[in-house]
């Protein structure tokens, strides 16, 4: 990796890994649109591209929707089959996280490829796509759940495989609609993020053995969103773009609003619950439940009514005047989503009430996130330099040797992790 793209590729994995930590309390679909959406703003601030800058809500929202839709897969007794001491069960576990963690990632990347392969002479046909997706999520769905009956987290949900059919269904199309770049990022991006689960559980593995008191769990989500954001960064980056995306203001305004006014409303109608806030009242002693429930629900009707107007503000002071004012319209609007879940983030769980913890997780997500402003303003080569482009040099004929490496890397980390306790609370079987 040339040192021109670290710096990029560092922010934004720091920044994906950050919006799915914090996803962890918010959860599912909705919880996900807004991590992906972190990380496709992140990627698209750091590549530079005028093209790309101008049109920014409509690439970060559909990495939003991309990396929402395997957020309908459930993964808790998963995680479980990881913590038991048999070895087809982990490694079983190990698996199936990297299947679900592929889903986001290939899905994620796939969106955003599409949306960076956009021309006036090449573009998506969006209404064709979603509704082969639809069938074929439909199609695999029925077929493994009803038909072979592979259940892969009895008895949880099994919308794992309608996000799965989902999947081939997307491959099929950027396959054959020639959209290699888009099939190229999605394969890069699935793989890291599938890597990132199943190696994100084996670090919460570790701590759990170690029994060190800590939010392992949080890591976890961390680690997968780190490892999705770095594939998916580096793979666009080692790409060659020549198209000039072009999108309407029209389709640009309604992004923006979809950003900055349905995603995080929907987020805060699922979350910011009143019974909720009302058991929670006991981490504070000055105002009883019902009093602190409504003090925590109003700061976040505040905070999401400041950042939405501030989004619509800032586009419509800046945008479309010259590529100078794109660039810091783009930053202010990619700064402004991070600040605004983790703000969104510090009222749903009272962090001004709990205190610094080292101990708990949520605390590390400002310094976090400083660390990402302070990479970003103080480098020198924050902005891609698209060169040494690799979709073109046996990139395929590899695939076979890095699909081999994965499934060793998965063998290893079963080993290591029955080796280190003797079964873990929450462990679960698969097979008996």
Not at 109 to 133: R, S, V, Y
Request: charged share 15%.
């Amino acid at each position: 990796m040339s040192k021109s793209k670290f710096i990029p590729i560092l922010i934004v994995s720091l920044t994906l890994g950050l919006g799915w930590a914090i996803r962890g309390s918010f959860g599912h679909e909705w919880g996900a649109s807004w991590a992906g959406a972190m990380g496709a703003l992140a990627l698209v601030v750091v590549a530079g591209k005028k093209h790309w800058l101008k049109n920014i809500p409509v690439l970060a929202a559909l990495g939003a929707i991309g990396w929402a839709v395997g957020g309908m897969s459930s993964y808790g007794v998963v995680i479980g089959y990881c913590r038991s001491t048999d070895f087809m069960n982990v490694l079983y576990g190990y698996v199936m996280l990297a299947v679900i963690g592929g889903i986001y990632g290939y899905i994620g990347g796939g969106f955003l490829g599409l949306g960076l392969e956009t021309d006036k002479n090449k573009k998506p046909d969006w209404a064709n796509l979603i509704a082969q997706m639809v069938a074929g999520g439909m199609l695999v769905w029925g077929f493994i759940i009803y038909q072979l009956e592979w259940f892969m987290t009895p008895p949880r949900s099994e919308l794992w495989a309608a996000a799965f059919g989902g999947c081939a269904a997307l491959g099929w199309y950027m396959w054959r609609e020639n959209f290699k770049k888009s099939f190229r990022i999605a394969a890069f991006t699935g793989l890291g993020a599938g890597f990132g689960f199943s190696f994100g559980n084996f670090i919460q593995v570790i701590g759990a053995s170690s029994g060190i008191s800590y939010n392992w769990w949080n890591v976890m989500e961390f680690t997968l969103g780190f490892l999705g954001g770095l594939a998916m960064a580096y793979a666009i980056f080692t790409t060659k773009w020549e198209e000039e995306i072009e999108f309407s203001p029209k389709s640009n305004l309604f992004a923006l609003i979809f950003l900055f006014v349905i995603i995080p409303y929907i987020n805060f109608d699922q979350q910011f619950d009143r019974e909720y806030f009302t058991k929670f009242s006991e981490i504070q002693k000055s105002l009883n439940a019902i009093d602190f429930a409504s003090l925590q629900i109003n700061f976040g009707w505040i905070t999401l009514i400041a950042f939405s107007v501030f989004s619509i503000f800032i586009w419509h002071r800046l945008s479309g005047k010259n590529s100078e004012s794109d660039k810091r319209l783009a930053a202010n609007l990619f700064f402004a989503n991070s600040l605004f879940y983790t703000v969104f983030l510090i009222f749903r769980n009272g962090l001004f009430y709990t205190g610094f913890e080292l101990g708990n997780s949520n605390t590390l997500y400002v310094p976090i996130l400083l660390i990402i402003f302070a990479i970003y303003y103080f480098s020198k080569e924050k902005e891609v330099q698209f060169t040494n482009y690799l979709e073109d040099q046996g990139f395929w004929s590899n695939w076979k040797y890095i699909t081999v490496l994965f499934v060793i890397a998965l063998v290893v980390i079963t080993f290591i992790s029955i080796s280190l306790h003797e079964g873990l609370p929450g462990s679960h079987l698969r097979f008996k």
